[in-house]
């Protein structure tokens, strides 16, 4: 298998579609080109351990750059692939080369949403590694105001609590997590938040968020409610990195529109991760999942289509965050739950809540039961139907395994 592959974006997707392509015996030139300056490195520390300066970025790195540069996989980092043309089979970098490619993964990843209005100063987003140094100093000059109560904006909380300092959460739906994850958890994430001193006010619609000087911000709702605080960070979500996609001309929705092996609407051009709206089987349309699992596996899984091998296995997506210590994990889809079956005590912070429609387990979340989610995962991936008395008392969730068949994707 000879020839010339390039990947764009050397996140996690990318990443991992290069080593795949290796170890399953790809033997022509891959070249991954990555616009941050680092190699791979694991970006959810990027709210956790690194925004807390616990962790230096060696340790959070995929692999050493001693690694990449053994490997013979050609990456080149701080580099942006600023054209595609599909036609032509080229894409130009920002360096001035062009490259050919017989096949091409776009994985550019997502980037943070902004404000419509985004004051330049004291209001910040977060995504990667440069955005740490600005965040940090923020925190540094008194209280936070997060706008967003998602997987980022929480997690941000719990480390400047962990820092010190002071933070505040404005939420626009009605309670924290509560698109990922079932009511009953996102009253949980909310009692933990208030026990370590973090007020998520939720249902607020903001008109914008102002600098009034250089000594602070205020935010204001449509309800004329206001909000001050040292600095701000917005953190209302990532939108896919498409642009390169766009001016090439693919099918685009919310991602680019891939099928279940990861093909987009050009030749030989394949997309993966956080950037590619998927078609999944098991749910009949395109979602775009932006966990790290899901990333890494779809890399994974892309490379070996490119290489005619496509894998037919794919897990169902799952992710995890960690708050105040707690780990919370969630895997297929818990929300919008037609009925929960919570085993164990969410008070208690261990348990396992099932998502069922009609008997058949279709999400999971669990505080402290890595196990039972696992199993449940399995379930969910395996269309596991079952009486709603058995989910509920099964004496183990595994029991629940028999005569499951794994769907084919
Ligand atoms: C702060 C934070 C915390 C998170 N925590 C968790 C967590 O706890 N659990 C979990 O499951 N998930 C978490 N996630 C989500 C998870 O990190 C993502 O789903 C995952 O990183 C997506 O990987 P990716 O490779 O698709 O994209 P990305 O990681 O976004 O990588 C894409 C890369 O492509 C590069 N790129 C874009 N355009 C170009 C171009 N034209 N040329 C060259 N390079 C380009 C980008 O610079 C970027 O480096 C978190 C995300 C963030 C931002």
Same mark, same amino acid.
């Given at each position: 298998m000879t020839g010339q592959i390039v990947i764009v974006g050397a996140g996690v997707a990318g990443a991992t579609a290069a080593r795949t392509l290796r170890s399953s015996g790809y033997t022509?030139?891959?070249?991954? !080109?990555?616009?941050?300056?680092?190699?791979?490195?694991?970006?959810?520390?990027?709210?956790?351990?690194?925004?807390?300066?616990?962790?230096?970025?060696?340790?959070? @790195?995929?692999?050493?750059?001693?690694?990449?540069?053994?490997?013979?996989?050609?990456?080149?980092?701080?580099?942006?692939?600023?054209?595609?043309?599909?036609?032509?089979?080229?894409?130009?970098?920002?360096?001035?080369?062009? *490259?050919?490619?017989?096949?091409? @993964?776009?994985?550019?990843?997502?980037?943070?949403?902004?404000?419509?209005?985004?004051?330049?100063? /004291?209001?910040?987003? *977060?995504?990667? !590694? =440069?955005?740490?140094?600005a965040l940090r100093a923020a925190i540094a000059t008194?209280?936070?105001?997060?706008?967003?109560?998602? @997987?980022?904006?929480?997690?941000?909380?719990?480390?400047?609590?962990?820092? &010190? &300092?002071?933070?505040?959460?404005?939420?626009?739906?009605? &309670?924290?997590?509560?698109?990922?994850?079932?009511?009953?958890?996102? =009253?949980?994430v909310r009692d933990l938040h208030a026990e370590h001193g973090v007020r998520i006010d939720n249902d607020v619609e903001l008109t914008g968020i102002e600098q009034i000087d250089s000594h602070g911000v205020v935010a204001t709702a449509t309800d004329g409610r206001t909000w001050s605080a040292a600095s701000a960070l917005v953190a209302i979500g990532a939108d896919p990195?498409?642009? *390169?996609?766009?001016?090439?001309? @693919?099918?685009?929705?919310?991602?680019?529109? !891939?099928?279940?092996?990861?093909?987009?609407? =050009?030749?030989? !051009?394949?997309?993966?991760?956080?950037?590619? =709206? /998927?078609?999944?089987?098991q749910r009949r349309r395109h979602e775009r999942d932006q966990h790290w699992n899901s990333a890494q596996a779809q890399g994974a899984a892309a490379a070996k289509s490119m290489l005619g091998q496509p894998d037919t296995d794919l897990e169902i997506p799952w992710g995890w965050s960690t708050q105040y210590g707690v780990n919370l994990q969630f895997a297929g889809w818990p929300h919008p739950c037609e009925d929960l079956v919570v085993r164990g005590s969410i008070a208690d912070r261990d348990f396992i809540a099932l998502a069922l429609t009609e008997g058949a387990l279709v999400g999971a979340v669990a505080v402290g039961r890595p196990r039972d *989610?696992?199993?449940a995962r399995e379930l969910i991936a395996g269309g596991a139907v079952h009486p709603r008395a058995d989910w509920a008392e099964a004496a183990e969730l595994a029991e629940l395994k028999r005569e499951v068949q794994p769907v084919r994707q």
């Amino acid at each position: 298998m000879t020839g010339q592959i390039v990947i764009v974006g050397a996140g996690v997707a990318g990443a991992t579609a290069a080593r795949t392509l290796r170890s399953s015996g790809y033997t022509g030139r891959i070249v991954l !080109v990555g616009a941050e300056q680092h190699a791979p490195y694991r970006r959810p520390m990027v709210s956790k351990d690194l925004l807390a300066g616990t962790r230096e970025l060696e340790r959070c @790195l995929l692999e050493s750059e001693s690694y990449w540069a053994g490997s013979d996989i050609e990456l080149r980092v701080g580099t942006t692939v600023t054209d595609l043309c599909t036609d032509r089979g080229r894409v130009c970098l920002s360096t001035g080369e062009s *490259l050919g490619y017989d096949s091409l @993964l776009l994985a550019t990843g997502a980037r943070a949403r902004r404000l419509e209005h985004h004051p330049p100063l /004291r209001v910040r987003t *977060l995504r990667g !590694v =440069a955005d740490i140094a600005a965040l940090r100093a923020a925190i540094a000059t008194g209280p936070l105001l997060i706008v967003g109560a998602g @997987l980022v904006g929480l997690e941000v909380a719990a480390t400047v609590r962990g820092l &010190g &300092g002071q933070a505040q959460v404005v939420n626009a739906s009605a &309670g924290p997590l509560d698109r990922v994850v079932p009511h009953e958890v996102s =009253a949980l994430v909310r009692d933990l938040h208030a026990e370590h001193g973090v007020r998520i006010d939720n249902d607020v619609e903001l008109t914008g968020i102002e600098q009034i000087d250089s000594h602070g911000v205020v935010a204001t709702a449509t309800d004329g409610r206001t909000w001050s605080a040292a600095s701000a960070l917005v953190a209302i979500g990532a939108d896919p990195d498409t642009a *390169l996609a766009r001016t090439a001309g @693919l099918e685009i929705s919310d991602g680019i529109l !891939v099928d279940a092996h990861f093909h987009t609407s =050009a030749p030989g !051009v394949f997309a993966a991760g956080d950037v590619a =709206a /998927r078609f999944t089987p098991q749910r009949r349309r395109h979602e775009r999942d932006q966990h790290w699992n899901s990333a890494q596996a779809q890399g994974a899984a892309a490379a070996k289509s490119m290489l005619g091998q496509p894998d037919t296995d794919l897990e169902i997506p799952w992710g995890w965050s960690t708050q105040y210590g707690v780990n919370l994990q969630f895997a297929g889809w818990p929300h919008p739950c037609e009925d929960l079956v919570v085993r164990g005590s969410i008070a208690d912070r261990d348990f396992i809540a099932l998502a069922l429609t009609e008997g058949a387990l279709v999400g999971a979340v669990a505080v402290g039961r890595p196990r039972d *989610l696992r199993t449940a995962r399995e379930l969910i991936a395996g269309g596991a139907v079952h009486p709603r008395a058995d989910w509920a008392e099964a004496a183990e969730l595994a029991e629940l395994k028999r005569e499951v068949q794994p769907v084919r994707q």
